[in-house]
């Protein structure tokens, strides 16, 4: 494992408890059904699929569509894998949680007709051959479906800038160090990446991927009110369909 992927596991890992409380509000909230809209806007119309959530952290996205989906969720984070262990307990749904490398996991081709993941590609150094290694993960005619923002693109100021943060946001009970570690991160990773969604789009196609949709408008309908899962940020959705078979 390279020293920044070792330093981001290690920052989320230390970011668990917290991250789960949140969660576990998130799934008791409306949120819950305004996510899982707009994942099922992309899914593939026969059902049960196979279902990769790829970042998983404690597997909001995995018991979303547990309920009428196979679900594997991943994540580089042990605690995280643990974290989504218990609140797949806690709502008493049925998926699968291994701890694995986003970019290259360690599972057999053509084995999913659905990947997703959030807020995790801003962190990869090598987008690039993670999209590769996603693209052939899945079945003909499957899709990757994608929810990030272009965090490494703004500054700290320029995100908090716009607007006065909710209370009880994200990064409100964060330790000074841990949000030096976040920043420190951001401008590491910053040095890899594009403006996006344009360069996702760039790879998804040089990956194989036959056609990309990207929605910019999935920000201001997730996040219409400033509670406490608000984002500044603004997040975009990318859905790309691998060609099906004749």
């Known amino acids: 494992m390279d020293e920044l992927k070792y330093r981001i596991r290690s920052y989320w890992t230390r970011r668990a408890s917290s991250f789960e409380l949140q969660r576990q509000r998130e799934f008791d909230s409306e949120k819950k059904d305004k996510w899982l809209a707009e994942i099922q806007h992309f899914l593939p119309e026969n059902a049960p699929l196979d279902i990769l959530d790829i970042g998983t952290g404690t597997g909001f996205f995995a018991l979303l569509l547990a309920k009428e989906h196979h679900v594997l969720g991943i994540d580089l984070s042990e605690e995280m894998i643990r974290r989504a262990k218990t609140l797949a307990d806690r709502e008493q749904l049925k998926a699968s949680f291994e701890v694995m490398d986003a970019e290259r996991p360690s599972l057999s081709p053509e084995s999913f007709d659905v990947l997703v ?21 899945l079945r003909p005619g499957g899709v990757l479906i994608n929810f990030d923002a272009d965090y490494c693109g703004v500054t700290a100021s320029a995100r908090d800038a716009e607007v006065a943060l909710p209370k009880h946001h994200a990064h409100q009970s964060l ?16 040095a890899y990446q594009k403006p996006r969604p344009a360069w996702d789009l760039t790879l998804l196609l040089e990956s194989g991927f036959e056609r990309v949709v990207v929605d910019t408008g999935i920000w201001r309908r997730i996040y219409a009110k400033q ?5 500044p940020v603004p997040i975009f959705a990318l859905a790309a369909y691998k060609k099906a078979l004749v």
Not at 117 to 137: C, E, F, I, P, V
Not at 179 to 184: H, K, M, R, S, Y
Not at 227 to 231: K, L, P, Q, R, T
């Open 117 to 137: 993941t959030r807020n995790l590609t801003w962190t990869m150094a090598h987008l690039d051959s993670a999209y590769h290694s996603w693209y052939n993960l």
């Open 227 to 231: 509670d406490e899962f608000y984002n």
């Open 175 to 190: 330790s000074p160090e841990l949000l030096d570690e976040n920043e420190e991160i951001t401008l590491e990773l910053s």
